[in-house]
């Protein structure tokens, strides 16, 4: 039982490089989601999905698209990576009642 | 949108003395959560309160569900080197998404 697992783990890009954040959990939870954590400023959330085949934006989602593949994987997508995006992601997912669970995060860097 | 202000936003105290912390906010939520982020890791849930005016404790950390639902406050009692880390409260106004809203963190230093 993995919990919520997240990959990469670490990523520099350059201006302009597109990649996909993978996150997926074991847990049957419907709800995900993904946030970006910045020094002094707490988690934003980005997107969520509140069940499969749903996705709604979130505080932040400029610069970001995500796809909600099936009820176990929800990705994040950066098209072209901005310095900007330089950030740490993490994933989580919603157990319906209580708290929301934690991946261990994946540190992007933007040059 | 809603905001959390937490505070202090960093603290370096010696072990064994008790540290409190809080959050505010200009909007009322349902509920409120206290999460521990250790270094390289993502934040674990510490104490979740759902009812105005609860007072809830786990070990050695209490937690309390402001009277107005506008604020929060978590108390860590004789703190010991395992304490160290950056403490987020967090706000749920919505029981259907799930949402939650973040407070800036504290982060917390004690020295052996």
Not at chain 1, 20 to 35: E, K, P, R, V
Not at chain 1, 73 to 102: H, I, K
Not at chain 2, 35 to 64: C, H, W
Request: proline residues 4%; neutral net charge.
């Amino acid at each position: 039982n993995a919990g919520v697992t997240q990959t990469p783990k670490f990523q520099v890009l350059k201006t302009g490089q597109s990649m996909t954040l993978q996150c997926a959990q074991d847990m049957n939870h419907n709800s995900m989601y993904w946030y970006r954590q910045d020094p002094g400023m707490g988690l934003r959330l980005i997107y969520y999905s509140a069940s499969e085949g749903t996705t709604d934006k979130g505080e932040v989602p400029n610069g970001y698209n995500v796809s909600r593949l099936n009820k176990r994987e929800f990705s994040l997508r950066l098209e072209s990576a901005a310095p900007s995006q330089t950030s740490v992601y993490f994933c989580a997912t919603w157990t319906g009642t209580d708290t929301q669970y934690f991946g261990p995060g994946t540190r992007l860097t933007v040059l | 949108g809603q905001q959390l202000n937490q505070s202090p936003q960093s603290m370096f105290i010696q072990e064994g003395e008790d540290v409190s912390m809080n959050c505010t906010s200009s909007s009322i939520f349902n509920t409120w959560l206290w999460y521990k982020q250790d270094p390289g890791e993502g934040p674990v849930l510490l104490i979740a309160l759902y009812k105005a005016g609860e007072l809830t404790s786990n070990g050695r950390l209490t937690a309390q569900f402001g009277i107005t639902r506008k604020d929060s406050f978590l108390n860590i009692s004789a703190s010991i080197p395992s304490d160290v880390g950056i403490y987020f409260c967090a706000g749920q106004s919505s029981s259907n998404t799930g949402k939650l809203i973040f407070g800036q963190g504290t982060t917390l230093q004690v020295k052996p």
